[in-house]
Nanobody, 123 residues
Framework: QVQLVESGGGLAQAGGSLTLSCATSGIIFNINAMAWYRQGPGKQREMVARITDDGETKYVDSVKGRFTISRDNAWKTVLLQMNSLKPEDTAVYFC?????????????????WGQGTQVTVSS
């Protein structure tokens, strides 16, 4: 059974930093990518960042240059380093395990979700 457990959320001031961590267990063999999604109050859920097994990373434009996604080689831990936080980064952040198919590298197929961790950024 795949389990994803997020930690590291909390309250930060604008301009500050937080690091989210996702601990994984039971990852199945055809998972080749991990992502962080977020859903802010009154907003649609969006993918923030993703990383594939070959180390390729992608970010939503609003976090480029501020957030960094990383993982260990065994997919046991996935991190999201968040710097220069803004109030609009306030959201519940979810760790997601999935697949990037070879026929469409821009596609992320989400398979397993964590419970989420709250990030609140005050101005």
């Amino acid at each position: 059974q795949v389990q994803l457990v997020e930690s590291g959320g909390g309250l930060a001031q604008a301009g500050g930093s937080l690091t989210l961590s996702c601990a994984t267990s039971g990852i199945i063999f055809n998972i080749n990518a991990m992502a962080w999604y977020r859903q802010g109050p009154g907003k649609q859920r969006e993918m923030v960042a993703r990383i594939t097994d070959d180390g390729e990373t992608k970010y939503v434009d609003s976090v480029k240059g501020r957030f960094t996604i990383s993982r260990d080689n065994a997919w046991k831990t996935v991190l999201l380093q968040m710097n220069s936080l803004k109030p609009e980064d306030t959201a519940v952040y979810f760790c997601v395990a999935g697949r990037v198919p070879p026929y469409s590298r821009s596609t992320f197929l989400d398979d397993f979700w964590g419970q989420g961790t709250q990030v609140t950024v005050s101005s």
